[in-house]
């Protein structure tokens, strides 16, 4: 399996500092990695770790789900990190949809909480 080059990282609002504190505890293996991120999940993730280059987007419900997964679709990203907050309603839930659904499609890692991701980025896991 080929080394991983693109790591997509989105929280909805009620799991932003989850977000935040996952990527200070993976601060060097995300530090070897390009970075996308949704708009505020990313300017949390830089708040949290200023050395980390995180190119961020639009805010998930202006765009910036649809974002990634056009990124997915041109296989420009490589692993979906995306801590959903299953509790509340979400007024853009059929765009994040459509990026879980992108995901599948293209067959890139994916993890939606928090105890898949920390598999997912565990030294060795996916071969990188």
């Known amino acids: ?5 693109c790591i997509a990282l989105i929280a909805h609002d009620q799991k932003k500092d989850d977000m935040a504190e996952f990527a200070r505890r993976h601060e060097a293996e995300l530090s ?15 708040e949290a770790c ?6 961020r987007l639009k ?11 056009a990124m997915i679709a041109t296989g420009e990203v490589d692993m979906l990190i995306f801590f959903v907050d ?6 853009h839930d059929v765009d994040v949809k459509a990026l879980m659904r992108l995901a599948t499609v293209y067959d ?5 909480n928090r105890a ?7 030294p060795g896991a996916l071969g990188a």
């Open 1 to 5: 399996m080929t080394a991983l080059k």
């Open 32 to 46: 070897r990695r390009r970075i996308v991120a949704t708009g505020t999940t990313g300017g949390r993730i830089k």
């Open 50 to 55: 200023p050395s980390l280059d995180v190119t």
């Open 59 to 69: 805010s998930g419900p202006l765009g910036g789900d649809q974002q990634i997964g």
């Open 86 to 91: 299953p509790l509340t309603s979400m007024p």
């Open 108 to 112: 890139i890692p994916m993890a939606l």
């Open 116 to 122: 898949t991701a920390e598999i997912l980025l565990t």
